[in-house]
């Protein structure tokens, strides 16, 4: 091959070269949809204690807040992150879209939905506390995945699912004088990580007040029972808002708490004194015997 085709071949081959980069289009910034997975209990069907919610309303109706983090795969470090903010507008959809310039790679993508304010995670974004100061707190969504980010994949969609379940008890014919409650649920978990392992134990408390006595509905969102699959309900009724004595002292009783599950008790108050104590299973009234325990 002579001189002159060496230059002309090489010239060719820049040409196309050039071209080829003037071709390139950028990379899609990554889009993150996250939809709503939980968006009624489990096992709401024939519950009338519980609304049901309407499947297509927007995201803000089901989760009014939300935290996410983007880490990096490879390191762990901290890519983007948003603390605790409030939903808006009529999507049924929540869009998240990165900046343009992120490089390419492979992350983690951390959301926590439903939250008040920051104190759950307190300093570390991978876990939250269920219960802090062992009080109800919030119906606490989540979702974890890890994502590919490259010219081929840079639009995910996510589903959040629930970390609690709800407790419901109905009480029926209580005196009149009676209108405040206190109940404490023991044997919870009291963590949950990004990767939905639970851990470590707490209690709940929780006190009532309400204006009529013969038949109300109190109801408790909880972690999931710990490590023996069951928790601790105890109730004390009380006649005054100090809750100095208890005037009405029922059993207690071993519940099976899940997430998001509906656990439902009945305590009916007869003319003995004392209650008898009924479990929502299967969509029918069982009466306690043999969870109830002194």
Request: glycine share 4%.
């Amino acid at each position: 091959m002579n001189t002159r085709n060496y230059i002309y071949l090489f010239t060719s081959l820049w040409l196309c070269i050039s071209c080829i980069k003037e071709d390139i289009k950028p990379c899609p910034p990554l889009q993150i949809n996250i939809e709503v997975k939980d968006k009624n209990y489990f096992n709401i069907n024939n519950i009338e204690l519980e609304e049901h919610k309407g499947e297509n309303l927007p995201f803000k109706e089901y989760i009014p807040t939300l935290h996410y983090t983007l880490y990096d795969f490879n390191t762990g470090n901290i890519v983007e992150q948003k603390n605790v903010f409030n939903v808006s507008g009529d999507e049924k959809t929540f869009q998240i879209t990165f900046p343009e310039n992120m490089p390419l790679g492979k992350y983690v993508f951390t959301v926590w939905g439903g939250l008040a304010d920051e104190t759950a995670l307190k300093d570390d974004p991978e876990k939250a506390t269920l219960h802090v100061g062992n009080k109800e707190g919030d119906d606490l969504y989540l979702s974890n995945d890890t994502l590919i980010y490259n010219v081929d994949n840079y639009h995910y969609t996510i589903n959040m699912e629930r970390t609690k379940g709800k407790l419901i008890v109905q009480l029926v014919n209580l005196p009149h004088a009676i209108v405040h409650s206190e109940n404490s649920i023991d044997s919870l978990f009291k963590r949950v990580d990004r990767h939905f392992n639970y851990s470590e134990s707490t209690s709940v408390y929780k006190q009532s007040d309400w204006k009529t006595a013969s038949e109300t509905v109190i109801k408790t969102m909880l972690a999931p029972s710990g490590k023996d699959q069951y928790s601790l309900l105890r109730l004390n009724f009380y006649a005054t808002a100090q809750h100095d004595l208890p005037t009405l002292t029922p059993k207690g009783v071993n519940i099976a708490m899940r997430r998001n599950e509906l656990t439902v008790l009945k305590y009916v108050y007869d003319d003995s004194g004392d209650f008898r104590i009924y479990m929502l299973v299967n969509d029918s009234w069982e009466q306690q015997h043999g969870l109830v325990i002194n």
